[in-house]
């Protein structure tokens, strides 16, 4: 290496790390903006009933529509969130649109429990509880129409705290899933200590059921074990990212209680669930009349 070539390297990654710098912050200044003006919107994906196919209930996920960005995703304008602080003022928004929405339908004659996810930085947060109870108490909503998703690695980040919070919320009848199950690294100690209802199984295992891959056995036999880590642990399953018949045949014939992919049915904006809902109601009502 000569000095001056080490010298523009540095240069270059200065550089680039600068830019990267400069687009995360004005991502962070303009989400700032989009919370604040309500900017934010829910789409919902069914989860089914892997035995019946029947929606048994939908989880909220976050869309950001931007006038110059176009859609950013979540998995780059959560973390931003998480990094800054505005989390807790996106979880709130978020709350808030969920409890909305049920009121929503129960006004057209239809209740589904909503799962909603949260971050690992909200279950630190000392207003949580109180700002949930707040929240579906205003909205005159039960909390067994809601269900809280928190990913495996945030719930055995700090068990004792993340405990403690999950209690609080289960009082007031929240359901609670164990998001992207798998992936983290869980004590299986503490698993069974936390009052949660759900696991879902990451996608990753669920993707990598194909042949087409060399550890698909790996793969199964993991999923296989999961579900069996749960049924003794008196926990319900859900896959989450079924896309093929096969994944969802092999994901049956585990015994895996619930699914969600595109197989089944992909995220979609509130008016096409409800409009989705009404005809399985409409389907359900006619088989009974028969
Ligand atoms: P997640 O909670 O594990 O959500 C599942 C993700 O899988 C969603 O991505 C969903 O759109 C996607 N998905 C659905 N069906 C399929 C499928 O068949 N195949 C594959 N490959 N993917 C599928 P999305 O909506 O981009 O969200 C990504 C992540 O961002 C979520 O993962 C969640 O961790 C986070 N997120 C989304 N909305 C919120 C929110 O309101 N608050 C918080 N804190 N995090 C959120
Ligand atoms: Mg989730
Ligand atoms: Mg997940
Ligand atoms: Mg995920």
Redesign the pocket.
């Known amino acids: 290496y000569s000095a001056k070539s080490e010298r523009n390297q540095v240069q270059f990654y200065k550089r680039k790390f600068s830019q990267q710098e400069n687009k995360r912050r004005s991502i962070e200044k303009k989400l700032k903006v989009a919370i604040a003006e309500r900017h934010l919107h829910?789409?919902y994906?069914p989860r089914v009933d892997i035995n019946t196919g029947k929606i048994s209930s939908v989880?909220?996920?976050?869309r950001w529509d931007d006038a110059e960005s176009g859609s950013i995703?979540?998995?780059i304008f959560?973390p931003i969130a998480e990094e800054t602080g505005l989390?807790h003022e996106?979880?709130q928004l978020?709350m808030e649109m969920v409890c909305q929405q049920l009121v929503d339908w129960h006004n057209t004659g239809v209740d589904i429990t909503i799962a909603?996810?949260?971050?690992a930085k909200?279950l630190k947060y000392f207003d949580l509880v109180h700002n949930l109870r707040d929240t579906i108490n205003r909205y005159g909503i039960s909390g067994k129409m809601l269900e809280v998703?928190i990913?495996e690695s945030a719930a055995m980040t700090d068990v004792i705290n993340t405990v403690k919070v999950l209690k609080q919320l289960k009082e007031f009848g929240v359901k609670i899933s164990i998001?992207?199950f798998g992936k983290g690294y869980s004590s299986l100690a503490y698993l069974s200590q936390l009052p949660v209802d759900n696991l879902?199984i990451d996608?990753y295992f669920i993707?990598r059921l194909s042949p087409n891959f060399k550890d698909h056995m790996v793969n199964l036999n993991i999923i296989r074990t999961i579900i069996s880590l749960a049924q003794s642990l008196n926990l319900s399953t859900v896959a989450?990212?079924?896309?093929t018949p096969n994944q969802y045949n092999t994901l049956k014939s585990l015994g895996c209680h619930m699914g969600?992919?595109?197989?089944f049915y992909?995220?979609m904006p509130a008016n096409q669930l409800s409009k989705l809902l009404q005809r399985e109601a409409r389907l359900a009502r006619n088989t009974i009349n028969q």
Do not use: M, W, Y
């Open positions: 829910l789409f994906q989880e909220a996920l976050c995703p979540p998995n959560i989390i996106l979880s978020v909603f996810n949260l971050s909200d998703e990913t998001d992207d879902k996608k993707s989450e990212g079924i896309e969600q992919g595109i197989f992909h995220p």
